[in-house]
């Protein structure tokens, strides 16, 4: 797996285990003063999703992300493909679900977050 740049999320892997995905996601700099709110968005899916299938689509989904004011930063993958986490900017949650109908993919959960970093702890 190739390295990924940015921020470290962690989330517990369970039985399934989690991959990260990452199809030339915007660029992120927490260091901005200006940054928007960020939530981490958490997708079922029934079927399995097919990271060529994710990529054909991205395309349409950035459209959709660019018209409503959503950042896509990152992605993480669960091992049965079926269930993603993903880190977004946005104004707010309302802007999340308005992009996620329009771009018609799940957003099941969306939790406001914050970073945090072993340097805050140094």
Same mark, same amino acid.
């Given at each position: #797996?190739? +390295?990924?740049?940015? +921020?470290?999320?962690?989330?517990?892997?369970?039985?399934?285990?989690?991959?990260?995905?990452?199809?030339? &996601?915007?660029? *992120?700099?927490?260091?901005?003063? /200006?940054? #928007?709110?960020?939530?981490?968005?958490?997708?079922? *899916?029934?079927?399995?999703?097919?990271?060529? /299938?994710?990529?054909?689509?991205? +395309?349409?989904?950035?459209?959709?992300?660019?018209?409503?004011?959503?950042?896509?930063?990152?992605?993480?993958?669960?091992?049965?493909?079926?269930?993603?986490?993903?880190?977004?900017?946005? &104004?707010?949650?309302?802007?999340?679900?308005?992009?996620?109908?329009?771009?018609?993919? +799940?957003? /099941?959960?969306?939790?406001?977050? /914050?970073?945090?970093?072993?340097?805050?702890?140094?």
């Amino acid at each position: #797996m190739a +390295p990924v740049s940015g +921020p470290v999320v962690w989330i517990p892997s369970g039985a399934n285990g989690i991959v990260v995905v990452s199809i030339e &996601p915007a660029q *992120f700099d927490n260091n901005s003063e /200006d940054t #928007m709110p960020k939530f981490l968005i958490e997708r079922n *899916f029934a079927e399995q999703l097919e990271l060529e /299938d994710w990529r054909a689509n991205n +395309p349409r989904i950035e459209a959709v992300n660019d018209e409503v004011g959503v950042r896509w930063i990152y992605s993480f993958l669960s091992a049965d493909k079926r269930k993603t986490y993903c880190l977004y900017e946005a &104004p707010n949650a309302e802007a999340i679900r308005e992009a996620a109908r329009k771009a018609n993919v +799940p957003a /099941d959960v969306i939790t406001p977050v /914050d970073e945090v970093t072993p340097a805050m702890f140094a």
